[in-house]
């Protein structure tokens, strides 16, 4: 915008070749040489053309409207730009007034002189009618600036309602050939949009731009906050909506830097930008991990319906060893392929982590909702103890050497792997410990009661897990 008014403003101001000053007499503007000798006049000026080659007369006409007036005209988004970039070029602090004072003080008498409407005789001779001219333009930018924002809100927020709402049930293999939907590209193509149509009709000095950005990215986070769950509804979903989260915080990085690059010489708005960015990636990055580890309720949701009930059965109990943990085995290998195929690496590790705590808190389920169904006091629920102590052992230590196989190419999973399965661990010897029938004081498990503890941080879960036990 800025670059289109100055060359339409240089048909009305030619720049003489040698060096002058001008006398502004209003109604008798001419060239003065150096030494005092009038050059020639300057060419007539046409105030009422010199606007209507810049902006449309029915968007000037809007000047001097109340707030109402604003909302309630046909002036389109694009013409409410216009509007503002008129009066940023022809304000108070606009070059038009700062570098071409004759122009700016002849083009607005004749433009408010026409405009019996505000009821206003009009003498920019007067410095009383040039501050009320001043102050006129820089209330109404302001009316203009709120009432765009104003719409550009509420046309945010639409957008978001809609893209949000859509379900993708559609995926295709975009980045690196893994699983996403369009949610990241319908989002930032409209920002693109949105914010590439204040640029162009607006100038370079407006700071409506680092406005609506800051418009996009705080109702962006604000819908995202309220509708990361939307996505998760099956395993290749939950997959591209992982991917597409962690994308968005790569687009929203790019978005920002462009946005700052050209808002740069505005003070502050770097700072307010990056504390926008800031807390939308912080989310962005949250999701995109949470949605990866989402995906072993749908590898569990398997497990349980295979084998849950037969966990800590008497046929448990009588296996030979590896018939049941093999299932467990067998289940997360054949989705971990999957997984590793429509996942980002770093959000595959991030699923891999959650399938190990997962498996331990499915195994302690198992044990704590058998012991809940158990009843008697005397008889034990385990018909044969020692075996069943024996075979809870041998399951933790085969679940264990899995992961520990996977860690080869996953050191970050080494440090998770120690810590879940220091717990399942714990409760082993606890169990076995219950189980005899000799008398021994509780200092044999303290450690491990203490273990469990501190990994649960809840009193009286842990004496209704002592119980169980």
């Known amino acids: 915008m800025g670059l289109t008014c100055g060359k339409q403003t240089s048909r009305y101001v030619v720049e003489p070749s040698v060096p002058r000053r001008v006398d502004y007499s209003f109604g008798k503007a001419v060239d003065i040489s150096s030494d005092g000798k009038e050059l020639r006049p300057l060419s007539p000026f046409n105030a009422e053309e010199f606007l209507d080659a810049l902006f449309p007369h029915q968007i000037l006409e809007h000047i001097g409207s109340t707030r109402g007036n604003l909302s309630r005209s046909a002036l389109s988004a694009n013409e409410l730009l216009s ?74 927020e639409e957008f978001f309602e809609n893209v949000y709402s859509v379900q993708r049930n559609k995926h295709t293999f975009r980045v690196n050939s893994k699983l996403a939907s369009s949610l990241c590209e319908d989002i930032f193509h409209f920002a693109s949009i949105t914010l590439g149509s204040v640029q162009e009709y607006t100038t370079k000095s407006s700071g409506i731009l680092a406005d609506v950005a800051s418009l996009f990215f705080v109702q962006l986070r604000a819908k995202q906050a309220n509708s990361r769950d939307k996505f998760l509804y099956d395993i290749e979903s939950t997959c591209a909506a992982a991917n597409d989260y962690l994308r968005m915080t790569e687009n929203s990085e790019l978005l920002m830097s462009e946005i700052k690059e050209k808002c740069k010489s505005h003070d502050g708005v770097e700072s307010m930008l990056d504390e926008c960015l800031t807390d939308l990636i912080a989310l962005f990055s949250k999701d995109a991990i949470y949605a990866a580890q989402y995906t072993h309720a749908f590898v569990f949701t398997s497990i349980s319906e295979a084998i849950e009930a037969k966990i800590f059965s008497t046929d448990w109990e009588k296996s030979d060893g590896k018939v049941f943990v093999e299932v467990i085995i067998k289940t997360m290998e054949d989705y971990s392929v999957d997984l590793e195929k429509w996942l980002n690496p770093f959000l595959y590790k991030k699923s891999i982590q959650a399938m190990i705590m997962a498996t331990c808190v499915f195994l302690v389920e198992c044990l704590v909702e058998k012991a809940g169904k158990h009843k008697s006091n005397i008889k034990p629920y385990f018909s044969d103890i020692d075996a069943a102590t024996s075979r809870f052992k041998e399951d933790i230590i085969i679940l264990r050497n899995h992961f520990d196989s996977l860690s080869g190419n996953m050191t970050s999973l080494t440090k998770i792997i120690g810590k879940e399965f220091e717990i399942l661990e714990a409760l082993s010897r606890c169990l076995v410990f219950f189980s005899e029938e000799k008398e021994r004081g509780f200092t044999v498990i303290e450690k491990d009661m203490l273990l469990i503890y501190n990994d649960i941080s809840d009193k009286s879960i842990v004496m209704n897990l002592v119980g169980d036990m």
């Open 83 to 156: 509007l503002i970039a008129w009066l940023e070029l022809f304000g108070p602090e606009g070059p038009i007034q700062r570098d071409y004072y004759w122009l700016w003080s002849s083009t607005m008498q004749q433009y408010f002189g026409r405009r019996v409407d505000l009821k206003r005789s009009l003498n920019m001779a007067s410095r009383a009618d040039v501050e009320w001219v001043n102050s006129t333009m820089r209330e109404f930018h302001s009316l203009a600036r709120q009432e765009f924002l104003d719409r550009s809100r509420k046309t945010i």
